[in-house]
């Protein structure tokens, strides 16, 4: 199974911008599709966003126009570069692949408060 490691997260003002990564431990991005996911406290966990294997990119209605997901296949490693961040956005954040089997990360916590 793959192992994901996600990196990024922090503390930030409303309105600013940080960008998580994901890094794979081996070469799966030209096979298959990432997510991102969160988890904000007593929320269930949502998705966010995914990238295919392509490089088709889709969103959760919310971060649509703040928030971008990309990979580099060569580095193993997706990104989503979040800007404009909200309150709301507060979670952990965890990457997904399905390789078949599904491959989570141990999670990043982004905290947007002023």
């Known amino acids: 199974q793959v192992q994901l490691v996600e990196s990024g997260g922090g503390l930030v003002q409303p309105g600013g911008s940080l960008r998580l990564s994901c890094a794979a431990s081996?070469?799966?991005?030209?096979?298959?599709?990432m997510r991102w996911y969160r988890q904000a406290p007593e929320k269930q966990r949502e998705w966010v966003a995914t990238i295919t294997s392509g490089g088709s990119t889709n969103y959760l209605d919310s971060v649509k126009g703040r928030f971008t997901i990309s990979k580099d296949n060569a580095k193993n490693t997706v990104y989503l570069q979040m800007n404009n961040l909200k309150p709301e956005d507060t979670a952990v954040y965890y990457c997904?692949?399905?390789?078949?089997?599904?491959?989570w990360g141990q999670g990043t916590l982004v905290t947007v408060s002023s």
């Open positions: 081996r070469s799966i991005f030209n096979f298959y599709a």
């Open positions: 997904n692949v399905n390789t078949p089997a599904p491959a």
